[in-house]
């Protein structure tokens, strides 16, 4: 997986240091953004891959019914795909878990240039709709340890028992577009 | 065979130890009117995600796990039909009631009345799929499953009887009914561990 500034695999160490904040089971969708952390966090602990989001949602809340603290990992349009899930199940029902999302944005290179047309949309629409759906949402930040956002995360789903989300933009996390 | 007498089959052959998951509408009414137990999961609204949820808790409780499913939700998101059917060693019994109706209260058919749940099931990779008509045999097959349950089983009961207007039970909390649930399935895990 591509680089933060500082060098660091991003796929690597984000992955560890959920799993030492005790995050699991990880369930995804198909996401090319986040295939490298699907793909090390699936060698590391396993990840269920699921068709479609609002199924991984479900079956992350079963999880979190058992006492887990689930981790999704979706692309952002999976989360309109999702809405009714966490409006209707996530939320009324106060499930503490976690939605790893991606951000599709364009480089400073090439602004605007390779993203289609539902990026520019999705984009838009992430943080308010998981604002307006209650969801904390977190952007992971290039310029902070990953175990210290981590941390922030773990007290907001595992402590205060709230869904959150952690929203990786393509440009800052270095991923392939 | 009507709902009513099927959820009451279903009551009757779990016991506390396996997690039920109700679907919405109608069932999840009935179910608590019939017998409300903690380990009911009664589902409000989601409609399609009661086969998803009974997957999230199987797979971490590993306890055979009961959903029961409606036809017109199923078929609506039938996902969670080819993710349990690739879990070849999920204890999971999938009910279907089918009552030919497209949800609860309505008089419409289903739009998608002639898709085969079944064939569904089995291409999926349920390893044992079974219909009936019949109270008795639903509940002898709801029994067997039940007591080899290693891997998904899915069981549909053609409803052919109205049910009895049921009184609404009163509304509750999601988040109390989920944490009441999900002290349940605690007690349940400490009590295996005290074992």
């Known amino acids: 997986m591509p680089t933060f500034t500082q060098g660091i695999d991003v796929a690597n160490e984000l992955s560890k240091e959920l799993i030492a904040a005790d995050f699991g089971p990880f369930y995804a969708t198909p996401c090319g953004i986040l295939s490298p952390l699907h793909r090390t966090l699936d060698e590391l602990v396993g990840v269920l891959t699921v068709a479609r989001e609002d199924n991984a949602v479900g079956i992350a809340v079963g999880a ?57 949309i999705l984009r838009k629409l992430t943080v308010p709709l998981l604002v307006g759906l209650g969801v904390e949402t977190f952007e992971l930040e290039p310029d902070t340890p990953l175990a210290e956002q981590v941390n922030l995360i773990r007290e907001s789903v595992q402590d205060q028992r709230r869904p959150a989300a952690l929203l990786i933009a393509s440009d800052t996390s270095g991923l392939p577009r | 065979m009507n709902k009513t007498a099927a959820i009451q089959a279903i009551i009757s052959a779990t016991s506390t130890a396996q997690p039920v998951v109700f679907t919405t509408d109608s069932t999840c009414r009935i179910a608590q009117v019939v017998e409300d ?33 409606s036809y017109s ?36 058919p289903p739009p998608s009345d002639r898709a085969d749940v079944l064939a569904l099931a089995r291409a999926s990779g349920y390893t044992d799929v079974s219909t009936t008509t019949q ?13 080899k349950c ?27 009914h989920a944490t009441r649930f999900h002290a349940h399935l605690s007690i349940l895990d400490d009590d295996a561990r005290a074992a």
């Not at chain 2, 078929?75 to 080819?82: C, E």
């Not at chain 2, 008795?136 to 007591?147: E, H, I, N």
Request: no cysteine.
């Open chain 1, 64 to 120: 979190s019914l058992t006492g887990r603290n689930p981790v999704v990992l979706m692309e952002n349009a999976g989360l309109g795909l999702s809405l009714s899930a966490i409006a209707s199940l996530v939320v009324p029902y106060k499930i503490p878990m976690l939605f790893v999302v991606d951000v599709r944005v364009a480089t400073d290179e090439q602004p605007g240039a390779a993203l289609p047309g539902e990026s520019v």
């Open chain 2, 37 to 69: 137990r903690p380990n009911h999961f009664y589902l409000t609204a989601s409609t399609g995600l009661a086969g998803s949820l009974g997957i999230g808790i199987a797979l971490e409780t590993r306890r055979p796990t009961v959903i029961v499913d």
């Open chain 2, 73 to 108: 939700n199923l078929v609506r998101n039938p996902v969670g039909l080819i993710t349990a059917g690739t879990l070849v060693d999920l204890p999971l019994i999938h009910i279907v009631l089918d009552d030919g109706l497209y949800g609860s209260g309505h008089t419409s």
């Open chain 2, 135 to 147: 109270l008795d045999k639903f509940t002898t097959l709801l029994r067997g499953g039940l007591a």
């Open chain 2, 150 to 176: 290693h891997s998904p089983v899915l069981v549909r009961a053609v409803l052919t009887h109205p049910d009895s207007p049921m009184p609404y039970p009163s509304d509750s909390d999601p988040a109390i």
